[in-house]
């Protein structure tokens, strides 16, 4: 797979984004996609490009066991965003 192939454009991460929500059984306010790209974007600058995806994975993990609360998300993300804010290492 060539790396262009690999960037979707912006209405193809909304379709993904859709699809995933439709698999997964989860609404808009479950996945929000502006918050996770900001997420990764935060821990691959201030950690290492490949703890991103393990950032937005711990975050989704601490969202879904705090409850259903929308706001819960949200605060599980600042806390991983927070942490690679802070990171020296």
């Given at each position: ?6 960037s979707l454009p912006p209405e193809a991460l909304d379709d ?74």
């Amino acid at each position: 797979m060539n790396e262009q192939s690999r960037s979707l454009p912006p209405e193809a991460l909304d379709d993904w984004a859709a699809a995933l929500r439709e698999r997964l059984g989860l609404s808009p306010d479950d996945v929000p996609v502006a918050a996770v790209l900001d997420l990764t974007k935060i821990v691959a600058n201030n950690v290492a490009r490949p703890a991103a995806p393990l950032g937005a994975f711990a975050a989704g993990l601490a969202a879904g066991r705090a409850g259903i609360d929308p706001a819960q998300v949200i605060a599980a993300l600042r806390e991983v965003a927070d942490l690679a804010e802070g990171w020296e290492q």
